[in-house]
């Protein structure tokens, strides 16, 4: 048994349907969670997965998800004005 990182549950690693929710580690209902999280950041960042600066971003995203950094949850608007067309 191990307990949840985002909700502190006990669960059996065993039975995680996914492998890359055992590195925090997260329950099952916390990882869909992150998951579905993880869509509205990838639509609100408009990240580009085939980006390795991207991925890197929402990876700080999914350590903040799972309290492991302190930041912001989401950023809508970017305010950095390096972007500019
Ligand atoms: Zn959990």
Not at 24 to 36: A, I
């Amino acid at each position: 048994m191990k307990s949840c990182l985002k909700c502190g549950k006990q669960f059996d690693e065993n039975a995680i349907e996914d492998s890359d929710s055992a590195k925090y580690p997260s329950c099952n209902s916390c990882w869909k969670e992150w998951t579905t999280y993880a869509v509205i950041v990838i639509n609100e960042m408009r990240l580009d997965m085939s980006l390795p600066e991207h991925r890197k971003a929402l990876r700080k995203y999914e350590r903040i998800f799972f309290g492991l950094e302190k930041g912001e949850e989401i950023k809508k608007n970017p305010e950095e004005g390096s972007n500019v067309n």
